[in-house]
């Protein structure tokens, strides 16, 4: 029984990994798009993607190829949009194309994200490193198309 629940779970993952990485494409972001789905009692109750600010031009890197310093990241679009909303994140999974920076790590902590799942792993990794020290659940799937 037990193992039909854990296969069932990295189902739901990759299902909801899969969305994460379709939402990544909406990104105007030349250098990496990145996508994130937050999930709470089996309910999408957020997305976001990695961009400017509302009102701000939709380019986020400069001439030299350099993302701008206010371009968002997507995990934090995703939470911000929980909070103009009368959901909230505790307990809630974050899917992401990519593991979350040492500062976006902070904002899933502090919105009560229990656990995180991604795609690929960011150059730096502290900030997974951060959560798993919080006791934030973190999982690495790297393989999201076999649908099982």
Known sequence: MEEK????????????LRMANTWSSLSHCSRKK???IIVKDGMIISDGYNGTPAGFDNCCENDGG?????VLHAEANAILKVAK?????????LYLTLSPCKDC????LQAGIRR??????????????FLKDAGVE???????DDQE
Do not use: P
């Not at 909303?85 to 999974?93: E, L, P, R």
């Open 116 to 129: 995180v799942v991604f795609m690929n792993c960011y150059k730096d990794t502290a900030g997974i490193d």
């Open 105 to 108: 790590s902070k904002l899933i």
């Open 66 to 70: 350099e993302t701008h310093w206010y």
């Open 34 to 36: 990145v996508g994130a």
């Open 5 to 16: 629940l854990i296969n069932k779970q990295e189902r739901y993952d990759k299902a909801y």
């Open 138 to 144: 973190t999982l690495l799937i790297e393989t999201i």
């Open 85 to 93: 909303s009368t959901n909230n994140c505790a307990g809630a999974t």
